[in-house]
């Protein structure tokens, strides 16, 4: 049998078993996200901007490019070799082809994308994966050392929850256990805070402080510090006036 014919063989078997919600960093995981893309090529399915650029962030990560193999059996070695190769092993595509449908796709949309957030739905939403870590990341810009209690404390999830997270961005290379600190603890690395990044430039100006959460501390000092440094001017005076009114409600509720 001819390695083309095994190949094809394998790539379904692999499309049976698992999809973008497996774990990440597996032939079935890195499979499933560029079945997505191909889908999306060849027109089979229809995505909206925020989810090809998702995947395509996904697919350029070492996690999921090297679980892939060319045509002679060989993992690729960068996310563009992959676009180059023909399917059914790679996209068949230049990657400024995907560019060019990612921006055909935003010219387009007219509303906004909303992204659940249901932490155990929606582990095959590509989107998550750059959302929520990119929470983490804020929340530690001096890379301070990370458990899954403080990740739950900062994505405001159950601890079972935050370790199933926990365990996804590890697998991607996005977390790596600390040195320092001993088992259980980690840090996010420097591929994990790329990878955000990249993601963040391609977001329309001021997704990031008007669509991601600001992790505010109980000390009201260190959240008034926290909100200030968060949000501009005008932000800041429609906050007060929200806290303002309903304090006055709170104050009316006693005094009837």
């Known amino acids: 049998m001819s390695f083309s014919m095994q190949g094809k063989m394998d790539y379904e078997t692999l499309g049976k078993t698992g999809g973008i919600s497996t774990t990440p960093g597996?032939?079935?995981?890195?499979?499933?996200?560029?079945?997505?893309?191909?889908?999306?090529?060849?027109?089979?399915?229809?995505?909206?901007?925020?989810?090809?650029?998702?995947?395509?962030?996904?697919?350029?990560?070492?996690?999921?490019?090297?679980?892939?193999?060319d045509e002679q059996g060989k993992p690729f070695n960068s996310y563009e070799e992959l676009c180059r190769a023909q399917p059914p092993y790679g996209l068949g595509c230049e990657p400024k082809e995907i560019e060019e449908l990612i921006s055909g796709l935003e010219s387009t949309e007219t509303t906004?994308?909303?992204?659940?957030?249901?932490?155990?739905?929606?582990?095959?939403?590509?989107?998550?994966?750059?959302h929520k870590f990119a929470k983490l990341v804020e929340a530690c810009p001096d890379n301070q050392v990370l458990n899954a209690s403080k990740i739950g404390e900062i994505l405001d999830y159950a601890h079972s929850t935050a370790q199933l997270w926990r365990k996804r961005w590890e697998h991607l290379g996005w977390l790596e256990q600390s040195k320092k600190s001993g088992r259980g603890f980690y840090q996010i690395t420097e591929s994990g805070r790329i990878a955000v990044k990249n993601w963040l430039e391609q977001q329309p100006e001021g997704k990031l402080n008007k669509e991601l959460w600001v992790v505010v501390p109980k000390n009201s000092q260190k959240a008034a510090e926290k909100l200030i440094k968060s949000f501009e001017a005008e932000d800041l005076r429609e906050i007060y006036k929200l806290i303002g009114e309903s304090l006055m409600n709170v104050e009316l509720k006693i005094e009837n």
């Open 26 to 69: 597996t032939p079935q995981w890195a499979l499933a996200i560029k079945l997505k893309l191909q889908s999306v090529l060849k027109k089979s399915i229809v995505a909206n901007a925020e989810q090809l650029k998702a995947w395509r962030e996904l697919m350029k990560q070492p996690a999921a490019y090297q679980q892939l193999l």
């Open 112 to 130: 906004k994308v909303d992204i659940p957030e249901d932490p155990l739905k929606d582990l095959g939403n590509p989107s998550n994966y750059f």
